[in-house]
Nanobody
Framework: QVQLVESGGGLVQAGGSLRLSCAAS????????MGWFRQAPGTEREFVAA????????FYADSAKGRFIISRDNAKNTVFLQMNSLKPEDTAVYYC????????????????WGQGTQVTVSS
C-alpha cells in the first residue's frame, strides 16, 4: 500500500501558475510510476501527466504539453506538477496516482489515488 496526499491547489487568475505536490508514504516511492489526473464537474477523470519510476520518462496530455511539467524527487517521496499559463478550462480537482512497474497514461492502470486538490482558474 502507498498513501498519497496532494497539496498546492487554489484559486489563480488565467495566465498564472500553480505547483501541485503529492507526498507518498508507505512503500518505496521509487518503485512506483506516478501520474496526475484531473476531473471537472460532470466529466470523467482524465490523464494530465505521468512520470516513470526514475523520472527519466515523462508523458503529457495534449492539453498539458508546453504548459505543465511533471517531476519527482525520490529522496523526498514527492511528485510535482508545475502548471503554467493556466486557463479557465484547467479548473478541476487534480489527483495524483501511483502504480508499480511501467508508467502509463491510462487511468484504470493506476492502483493508488490521493484525495485530490482543487484548482480553480478565473478568467
Amino acid at each position: 500500500q502507498v498513501q498519497l496526499v496532494e497539496s498546492g491547489g487554489g484559486l489563480v487568475q488565467a495566465g498564472g501558475s500553480l505547483r501541485l505536490s503529492c507526498a507518498a508514504s508507505g512503500r518505496t516511492f521509487s518503485n512506483y510510476a506516478m501520474g496526475w489526473f484531473r476531473q471537472a464537474p460532470g466529466t470523467e477523470r482524465e490523464f494530465v501527466a505521468a512520470v516513470s519510476r526514475n523520472g527519466g520518462g515523462t508523458f503529457y496530455a495534449d492539453s498539458a504539453k508546453g504548459r505543465f511539467i511533471i517531476s519527482r524527487d525520490n529522496a523526498k517521496n514527492t511528485v510535482f506538477l508545475q502548471m503554467n499559463s493556466l486557463k479557465p478550462e484547467d479548473t478541476a480537482v487534480y489527483y495524483c496516482a501511483a502504480r508499480t512497474l511501467l508508467v502509463t497514461m491510462r487511468r484504470n492502470d493506476y492502483d493508488y489515488w490521493g484525495q485530490g486538490t482543487q484548482v480553480t482558474v478565473s478568467s
